[in-house]
């Protein structure tokens, strides 16, 4: 028997797969060109094996979360002979080394090839490398130059005789382990811990003395490192050196940032690292006060003896970190000195403004505990870290019962202190200094006491860290939107402080000082109603809010100092009144906040009224769709309002007119995806009749708006994968699709098939994705509504797609789900009228699938559900709103007794008839 | 002085005649796959904890105590079963850290070898282990649980063709000898897994995602 011969596709792949590790990146195209044979294999299956090759190279450059070089081992690097491996990190390997040419010993860190493969980051490499060098001081590592060989590319340091901190943490676990046994301690360590501990008396503080010490080396490092503008970013135990004298080194400067950027290579390093990040990395957003940060945690970790987040779960621990969870020091080291707490706490601060300003602080105070002189540093009072706390911990449902009880306590005492002593002086109007005093202390009590709530407002209805506007935080609050769920043990809690809010406000809204802090709070009780769905509430509480506004501006009819807090106030009133169907009143409000920031968001001003115009712009397009349309029916006279997609191109240009680094902002970022979908959407709808040439460059045109939001967003969602709220708009996005092809085709225009299904299966592929995502956010935030709506949406559009694909065995378990999700919207918030609807349009939706597959039983029982539910509604519906849900109803009725006659219930559906009767006649 | 390498025929020869240095030189040569093999065969539990280095080491030290048997009984070609020993080796170093029977560590092999085996689960962790950056974290999740779904649904001696030839670099040839196949049959096992595997890598290779492939 002759063995087969290999087919010359394989031929091909092998010589593929050689040149591919020989380093070489073959054209695909040229292949196919040049085997014509296998040109559709070729373009389908090469691009697979090229990505597992990849996979494999990277995989080999990072073997379990450490550096690796692969199957390759070194010996020599140009002068260098590689005497042993010392260490090994995420982003390389330490070989202690002679520098032959000089005979020196040095250190030398090698980096896995494949880390350097890109040139812009081997660019950075370099670049970080030079300025690492340029670092002159006592207590960094200093770093003779680069070199590349083999592709490896390398550093070479000066060779430190020391331990890592992180090996001295392991050394230090060990003795505890022993119970302070010392024996078999290593000479080195022993000496280092003497020099540390020099001068001190044995006792509880000697220890935290010797920490202080490394803390003010590291720290002066750091502040001549900022100095020169360079930032470490990897600040941890293994990258500090101790020597036998007691001095340590920093080392691995900027590496971090050179390696990092698009997140790949430093993959495993993230694992070890990422325990002593500060909760801003996670966002990207660095500054000196990281590093600070960072080291806190080291010093932690050096007194406690326990890292501040204890390896595991990356999940977890990634939660951990952004949520700041970090353990009391005193809880885990009860005799810590005082001082040296408040320091170390005051470093790991989780919101970088409470921690030191920059690392000479920190150095400093450091210093002044070791000299035995009062720091600076303030330890900070349960109120303010029990607000710190909660804006930490957006989820409510973190908020026990006893923190918000003392909160509500806290509250309480302001206020009642307050309302005594103002009261005392008009009474008596007596020992008037000694009273002004007392109130003046009342009412700080009483404002301490309110920013306190704004943490609570903050919480469920406050910006995400990445939406506040850097150069006014609080205004910029206002384009933010929510993206905090609210769960209904967090409503009742909510609804407590909203009763002794109002409460509050009753009692102080005369009071000119704390008017504006009133109409704020009116304000933010409306944003929380809003999102409670309790529509009715919310309105009056801004209504409310803008009558105090008012006052406070006298008769002025201008917007002044409080345009922007009144334009959002405005829009917010619009959306509830659009969200209550009263499109026209909503139009109006959108319409006095665009006038309000007209004067004040012209080029040049500040960010955030001109992001509210856009919004303003946008939320104005969304009313005029319907209020044109009912313009349009009722009246004769044509409309002369302009069109929704006139509002979102307005908003497109306000953005568009931002300069290219606040372009670049998130914020900015997101409304220009968000305007550019309104604008996809709005194109889409506004079918041209009659004029094929024009209806084809209108949907072309949507087409492409919508990729650039869908491209804007997947940039969004990579950068930050922590932001639900860039992939709920992503969904969103990607469930917009032309709902031409899914209708059958009509009569006399004789589609073109192909082009039909091609349609169909790009639909399919978007909507799946939508779909996918969609199902992801909502197990992270199970009951944020919007994310159901959206997620409810895609599902509805995708089972029309496998309808239209004649896959209707594929879209019932689709609508199902959809029906299940409006109905669990509709529970959730029975004021919201549009989750009503959505539940209306999913419940119709899975009868017309089910009649569809012919399964007439449950399409019966789907009707019926559907009949209870419009009766139902009908009856609670206001006059003038029954007449279109009668028809409905009518609608159903009808069809219902299609179904039941053509199952041959008869008696089932006369009844039926006799309902669809009464109907009529009523009407 | 240059030398020309000795042939490997030669080699063998000299290790059939009883050389160690022979042993050790021909070791050296395939060190490389035999650390792919290693590398990539070893449970995602022990990597980090255990050094694929240090298990060559000791599998060279089985495979001198051992090469007599296979001198006196030459079965299989010698690369065959220094890979067989190697893997010997690491089921025994599993079997030391992760307290586990040996059987639940070799499973799903077909084939003639006795080794653990390309489980859906080490390929899906080596695929998506790539991935492990904090700006991925979220991407990372939902990418892996399509690529572990793509991987379930091969066939286990598909999944085996496609990571000996990529992750242990062996042709086609060696695949199927290894594996007991015709070597056309390898090749359309392997055809087979790339299609499979062709829509899910893409999205899933940061560098792919971004643009067209090279």
Redesign the interface.
């Known amino acids: 028997m002759t ?5 010359t ?2 031929t091909l ?2 010589s593929f ?1 050689a040149r591919l ?1 020989a380093g070489e ?4 195209e040229q292949l196919a060109g040049e085997h014509p044979e296998h040109a559709s ?1 070729i373009r ?13 190279a ?3 450059a ?5 550096a690796s070089l ?4 070194l010996e020599r690097l140009a002068d260098l002979r590689l005497l042993r491996e010392i260490g090994r990190g995420g982003m390389g390997i330490v070989y202690e080394a002679e520098q032959e040419s000089l005979s020196r010993r040095v250190a030398v860190k090698v980096l896995p090839r494949q880390m350097l493969l890109d040139k812009n980051r081997l660019g950075r490499f370099l670049r970080e490398a030079k300025i690492a060098a340029r670092l002159h001081h006592t207590n960094i590592v200093p770093v003779f130059g680069t070199g590349e060989q083999d592709g490896y590319h390398y550093y070479v340091m000066q060779y430190i005789h020391g331990i890592g901190l992180d090996v001295l943490l392991a050394r230090l676990r060990e003795r505890r382990e022993r119970h302070g046994d010392d024996g078999g301690e290593d000479a080195l360590l022993a000496a280092a811990t003497r020099a540390l501990e020099r001068d001190q008396p044995p006792g509880a503080h000697r220890w935290g003395h010797a920490v202080a010490r490394i803390g003010v080396q590291v720290a002066d490092a750091l502040a001549h490192a900022h100095a020169q503008g360079t930032l470490h970013r990897d600040v941890k135990p293994g990258n500090l050196l101790l020597d036998a004298r007691g001095t340590v080194f920093v080392t691995d400067f900027g590496l971090a940032k050179a390696l990092e950027q ?7 390093d ?2 070890g690292t ?1 325990q002593y ?1 500060a909760p801003e990395q ?1 966002h ?1 957003r660095v500054d000196a006060r990281a590093d600070l940060y960072s080291l806190g945690l080291v010093l932690y970790e050096l007194l406690t003896l326990e890292p501040a987040f204890p390896p595991g779960d ?2 977890q621990l ?1 939660e951990a970190v952004r949520a700041g969870q970090i353990r009391p020091l005193r809880g885990l080291m009860p005799d810590v000195p005082r001082d040296l707490e408040t320091i170390v706490q005051t470093a790991i601060a989780p919101d970088p403004a409470h921690r030191y300003r920059d690392a000479a602080a920190l150095r400093d105070d450091l210093q002044r505990f070791l000299d035995d002189r009062p720091i600076l540093a303030r330890r900070t009072t349960a109120l303010e870290q029990l607000g710190r706390w909660c804006r930490r911990n957006k989820l409510l449902a973190g908020l026990t019962t006893s923190t918000l009880l003392a909160l509500l306590s806290a509250g309480a005492v302001g206020w009642v202190a307050y309302a005594t002593t103002t009261g005392a002086l008009e009474r008596e109007g007596q020992r008037a200094n000694e009273a002004r005093r007392q109130g003046a202390r009342a009412e700080n009590n009483l404002l301490l006491a309110l920013r306190a709530f704004e943490d609570v407002f903050d919480l469920v209805s406050g910006p995400d860290v990445l939406h506040s506007v850097p150069d006014d935080p609080e205004e910029g609050q206002s384009a933010a939107l929510p993206s905090v769920s609210v769960s209904t043990k967090d409503v009742e809690l909510l609804q407590r402080i909203l009763r002794f809010y109002d409460l509050f406000i009753e009692q102080n809204a005369d009071n000119q000082g704390l008017r504006r802090e009133s109409a704020k709070a009116y304000r933010r009780t409306g944003d929380i109603r809003q999102r409670l769905g309790q529509l009715s509430g919310a309105e009056e509480a801004y209504r409310r809010s803008l009558t105090l506004y008012r006052q406070l501006l006298g008769s002025a009819h201008a917007g002044g100092v409080y345009a922007l807090e009144l334009a959002l106030l405005h829009n917010e009133l619009g959306r509830v009144l659009a969200a209550t169907g009263r499109f026209g009143d909503a139009r109006a409000e959108h319409e006095i906040a665009r006038d309000l920031l007209a004067p004040v968001a012209g080029e040049g001003s500040q960010l955030p009224a001109r992001l509210e115009l856009a919004r303003t712009w946008n939320l104005l397009g969304t009313t005029l769709t319907i209020t044109r349309f009912r313009a349009a029916t009722r009246d004769e006279r044509p409309t002369t309002l302009p069109t929704s997609l006139e509002a979102h191109a307005t908003a497109l240009e306000i953005l568009d007119a931002l300069d290219e680094a606040t372009r670049n902002d998130p914020q900015v970022r997101l409304l220009r995806a968000r305007t550019l979908r309104l604008l996809a959407a709005g194109l889409l709808r506004n079918r041209v009749r009659g004029d094929a040439r024009q209806e084809e460059s209108r949907l072309a045109e949507s087409k492409r708006r919508n990729e650039e939001s869908v491209a804007l967003l997947r940039g969004l ?6 932001n639900d709220l860039y ?1 709920y708009e992503l969904v969103e996005c990607l469930s917009l699709v032309s709902t031409a092809p899914f209708l059958p085709p009509r009569r006399g225009t004789p589609a073109n098939s192909e082009e039909r299904s091609a349609q169909l299966a790009e639909a399919d592929t978007r909507l799946g994705e939508a779909v ?2 969609g199902e ?1 956010l909502l197990r992270e935030r199970p009951l944020e509504p919007e994310y159901k709506a959206a997620l409810l949406r895609a599902l509805q559009r995708l089972a029309m797609v496998r309808d239209a694909q004649g896959r209707p065995a594929e879209s019932v378990p689709l609508i199902e789900r959809a029906v299940s999700l409006a109905a669990e919207l509709q529970a959730q918030f029975p004021g919201v009228p549009a989750y009503q609807i959505e539940w209306f349009n999913a419940q119709g939706a899975l009868v017309r699938s089910l009649e569809r597959r012919n399964e007439i039983a449950p399409a019966v029982a789907a009707l019926e559900t559907l009949v209870a539910a419009t009766r139902e509604r009908l009856a609670q519906q206001p006059e003038p709103a029954r007449l279109g849900l009668g028809f409905v109803l009518g609608r159903h009725l009808e069809q219902l007794e299609r179904l039941l006659r053509q199952q041959g219930e008869t008696a089932k559906a006369d009844e039926v008839r006799r309902q669809l009767d009464e109907l009529r006649r009523r009407r | 002085m240059t030398q020309t390498p000795e042939p490997e025929d030669s080699l063998v020869e000299r290790i059939r005649q009883g050389s160690e240095d022979a042993l050790a030189e021909y070791f050296g040569r395939h060190r490389e796959r035999l650390w792919r093999l290693v590398h990539f065969r070893m449970d995602p539990r022990l990597q980090g904890r255990v050094d694929p280095e240090d298990v060559l080491q000791e599998a060279f030290v089985d495979v001198a105590k051992r090469i007599h048997i296979w001198v006196e009984n030459p079965t299989m070609p010698l690369r065959l079963w220094v890979r067989l020993t190697v893997g010997q080796t690491l089921i025994e170093v599993h079997r030391r850290h992760l307290l586990v029977q040996a059987r639940s560590v070799e499973h799903e092999v077909p084939g003639r070898l006795r080794m653990p085996g390309a489980s859906s689960v080490t390929l899906s962790a080596h695929l998506a282990g790539s991935l492990t950056s904090p700006s991925r974290a979220a991407i990372r999740e939902e990418a892996k649980r399509l690529l572990h779904e793509a991987i379930e649904q091969m066939d286990p001696i598909d999944r085996q063709v496609l990571t000996m030839r990529h992750f242990e670099e062996l042709s086609n040839a060696e695949v199927a000898e290894e594996l007991g196949l015709q070597p056309s049959t390898a090749s359309a096992r392997y055809i087979r897994a790339l299609a499979r595997l062709k829509d899910v890598l893409r999205p899933l290779d940061p560098d792919q995602a971004k643009g067209p492939p090279p």
């Open positions: 063995e087969p011969v290999e087919s596709l394989e792949m092998e797969l590790r990146t073959p054209e695909l294999e389908e299956l090469f691009p697979a094996i090229v990505a597992m090759e990849r996979l494999k990277r995989r080999e990072e073997s379990g979360g450490r692969g199957p390759h081992r698009d997140g790949i290579t430093v993959s495993g993230v694992v990422i990040i996670l990207g990356r999940a990634l969602v990579q950068e930050f994968p922590a992939r996918r995502l992801a």
